[in-house]
């Protein structure tokens, strides 16, 4: 059995029912960056230089004003984004105002060049689409492209973070704890059309491609972040649909959903949110009950959650389904031992708090050997003061005799 699933590019189109939860605001019970983190505001408004409080000029002072005075252009400085020096946006080009800003929810299309802090160019991706707010791609552009106005270009710059963290990506190659600058183009948004009107294929697809990019925050070890990809597949999986759909089709997408569930156990035992991992295992188990995988983090949930029996049970049941397992062989026989240990404390516990018997029994022998001793002792005493007194008995009648 393994931990690892399939990992689709995460470059891939997708489309998303308004009103499901994104990222930054999930009601997942982890903590995720703040929506409140971001500054949403624009910067304010630059004050008339003028100062001329309804004065008027000549026009020899007009004409010597416009000639000293340089050309209006655009003034753009770095905008700390979260406030922590971390996340930084600069306008290249202007975009075409703060009302055609996308909001979260919404599909957008842009062009994307990764660079490495020394200029090296990692990734080019013209025309990457993705859902803004739902963790498809690195967190970076998820905060920063919602800020950015149609036909913008920026430059950003993004502590490791809020990029490929401290263990880095093979694909792109990005050194663990690798700054990175981002040269971003918005081209698009556009409303995600309703998931009940998608047909099936399309939404199994969908939903497998949220999927397996929760696998990927999972393998970078971003668990939080991991879970609400598999929370947007399951609503997916779970959303009722207005279009036909076969029976093939119907178990596909249940197939889907009990691997969603699967692996959002996997990831809340990562976060030892055991009873939010014994839900999804349970969920996963009452479409399949025969689900191996669901047996196995099922019974490691118990263990932890001290439910020794149940989880013996539950192993037993997945071992008896897959007798080769070795990993199910290695959990089962730990917990066994574990368990018989516990047993055993418990038990030296009980004989305590009941007076212990044993340790009275023991006293008791203690107390009959010694008065055994004592008899012993006052037989060989009495024994010797006989002999003596026989002695003297026998030495006065021999004296009588003679």
């Known amino acids: 059995m393994t931990e690892k699933e399939e990992i689709m590019d995460a470059s891939a189109p997708s489309v998303k029912k308004n009103g ?32 001329g409080k309804g004065k008027t000029m000549d ?8 000639s000293d005075s340089d050309p209006p252009g655009p003034v753009e ?25 996308p909001q979260k929810g919404q599909n957008v299309k842009i062009n994307l060049k990764t660079y490495l802090k020394d200029g090296t160019l990692v990734e080019e991706q013209p025309g990457l689409s993705f859902t803004l707010g739902d963790g498809d791609v690195v967190q970076a552009l998820d905060l920063t492209v919602q800020l950015m ?29 690798s700054e990175l600058s981002l040269e971003v183009e918005l081209l698009k948004a556009t409303d995600a059309p309703d998931v009940e009107l ?3 294929p399309e939404k199994t697809a969908l939903a497998s491609h949220k999927r397996e990019r929760g ?59 055991y009873d939010a991992a014994l839900k999804s295992c349970v969920s996963a188990l009452e479409h399949q009950p025969d689900n191996i995988k669901a047996l196995f983090r099922m019974g490691k949930v118990l263990a932890l959650q001290g439910e020794y029996t149940e989880a013996i049970q539950t192993l037993r049941k997945a071992l008896k389904l897959e007798p080769s397992n070795k990993t199910i062989h290695a959990e089962l026989s730990k917990l066994v031992k574990k368990n018989s240990e516990q047993r ?22 203690q107390k009959h050997r010694a008065k055994s001793t004592w008899g012993l002792s006052w037989k060989w005493l009495f024994g010797a003061t006989a002999v003596a007194i026989g002695g003297v008995a026998l030495s006065v009648v021999i004296a009588a005799r003679n």
């Open 344 to 365: 055993g404390a418990e038990q030296a516990m009980y004989k305590k708090m009941l007076g212990n018997p044993s340790g009275g029994s023991s006293s008791g022998s």
């Open 215 to 273: 696998n990927v925050h999972y393998q970078r070890g971003d668990y939080a972040f991991a879970v609400n990809s598999y929370s947007i597949a399951l609503q997916i999986t779970q959303s009722s649909s207005k279009v036909d759909i076969s029976p093939e089709e119907e178990n596909e997408l249940m197939g889907v959903r009990v691997k969603c569930l699967n692996n959002m156990a996997a990831s809340q035992l990562k976060l030892d949110h």
């Open 20 to 51: 499901r939860t994104s990222l930054l605001d999930s009601g997942e019970d982890f903590e995720v960056l703040d929506e409140e983190d971001v500054d949403d505001d624009p910067p304010p408004p630059l004050e008339d230089a003028g100062g």
């Open 77 to 101: 400085e770095w905008m700390d984004v979260l406030g922590n020096d971390q996340l930084k946006k600069k306008v290249l080009e202007a975009g075409e105002g703060r009302d055609s800003r």
């Open 149 to 177: 106005e149609m036909g913008e270009k920026a430059l950003v710059q993004v502590d490791a973070k809020y990029a490929y963290g401290v263990r880095g990506s093979l694909e792109p190659e990005v050194p663990p704890n």
């Open 198 to 200: 998608l047909p099936p």
């Open 59 to 66: 026009e020899s002072e007009k004409k010597n004003a416009d």
